[in-house]
Every structure is written in structure tokens, then in C-alpha cells.
């Protein structure tokens, strides 16, 4: 592979602070409940949580979406369900990249179905070109052209997850 900086390590702590103190503003007075994704969101997660300023806790899940290296198909299994219960709670869902928007899409009906009190999601990275599925998506970190990107928890055959940036495959 021949990677390329899309998004710089430092870029992505400004971000994470930014979208911290937004959470923190928004939920004030408020506890939260932060959902990772697993594995794709998993720094992501750890970066922002040290930014928002109000109590919260963390809880993971992992689903699995079948498809190819590159894309989901939409079917979504949960192979981790959460630990604690969010009836009632106010939560947000941290996910790595919004692509199709399938596996959001079918994770946050599942959700809803446990009557938590409010559920937003918080991406990274969103790729609206190739959207089928519809998601409301209340925080964005940055909004990306329709390249396969790699790093800070996104993987390509599980692979890469390390880099401390964003990187694209410069072929
Ligand atoms: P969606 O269901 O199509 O929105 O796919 C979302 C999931 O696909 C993400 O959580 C990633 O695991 C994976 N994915 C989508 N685009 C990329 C990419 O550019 N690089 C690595 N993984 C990706
Ligand atoms: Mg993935």
C-alpha cells in the first residue's frame, strides 16, 4: 500500500476536542451513556471521551456486517450486546465511518426499540456519496470524498487500525 495523510493526528485531536465541548454543551446537567462500535470506533471513542466534560459512561458493542473488505451488506448481527441496559438514558453512539449507512441505520432501530430517553450518533468520518440507508447523524467529525480510507481504528483486512492518522491507498 502506498499511504497517504488524509486527516493528521493532530487535526483529528482538534476535532475530538471540538465535538467534546459541543456534547459537554449540549447534554449540561446531564449523564450519558457513550456506545463504541467495535472495533472501528474504538480510538476514536477513546480520544473524545476525554473531552467532554460532563458525567458519562462508556459501554461497547460489537456487530458484525457481512459483506467484502470494502463494503457492508447491510445485514447486521450482534456478536456483543451492551453490558448495562439504556432505558431511560441519554446515549450516544461513536462509530468510526458512515458509509451506506446500513449498519447504523438497523443498530439504531434496535436501540430505540430499549426506549433509551434520547440517541444521537457521533461519527468521525461520514461519506455521504454512497448513502442508501438514511441516518440522522447529530455530530460529524469530518465529512470525506468516496475513497477507502485506513487508520485510527479503520481497518482493511483488520489491518492498519494503529495509524495514529487518516490515510488513504495511493495506488
Ligand atoms: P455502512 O454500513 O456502509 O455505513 O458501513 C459502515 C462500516 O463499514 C464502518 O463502520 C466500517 O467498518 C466500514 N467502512 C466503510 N467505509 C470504510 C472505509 O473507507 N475504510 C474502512 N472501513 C470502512
Ligand atoms: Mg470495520
Not at 10 to 23: D, F, N, P
Not at 47 to 56: A, E, F, N, Y
Request: charged share 30%; aromatic share 8%; hydrophobic share 40%.
Amino acid at each position: 500500500m502506498n499511504l497517504e495523510t488524509l486527516i493528521s493526528e493532530e487535526e483529528i485531536y482538534q476535532k475530538t476536542k471540538e465535538l467534546g465541548a459541543r456534547i459537554s454543551k449540549d447534554y449540561a446537567g446531564k449523564e450519558i451513556t457513550v456506545i463504541c462500535v467495535l472495533k472501528g470506533g474504538v480510538m476514536f471513542m477513546v480520544d473524545l471521551v476525554k473531552q467532554i466534560k460532563i458525567p458519562l459512561k462508556m459501554d461497547f458493542m460489537v456487530v458484525s456486517s457481512y459483506g467484502d473488505e470494502f463494503k457492508s451488506s447491510g445485514i447486521v448481527k450482534i456478536v456483543k450486546d451492551l453490558d448495562e441496559g439504556i432505558t431511560g438514558k441519554h446515549v450516544i453512539i461513536v462509530e468510526d465511518i458512515i458509509d451506506s449507512g446500513r449498519t447504523l441505520n438497523y443498530l439504531i432501530k434496535i436501540l430505540k426499540e430499549r426506549n433509551p430517553a434520547s440517541i444521537e450518533i457521533c461519527t468521525l468520518l461520514d461519506k455521504p456519496d454512497q448513502r442508501i440507508a438514511d441516518v440522522d447523524v447529530k455530530y460529524v467529525g469530518f465529512t470525506i470524498e468516496n475513497h477507502f480510507v485506513l487508520g485510527y481504528g479503520l481497518d482493511y483486512k483488520q489491518l492498519y487500525r494503529n495509524l495514529p492518522y487518516i490515510a488513504i491507498n495511493k495506488q
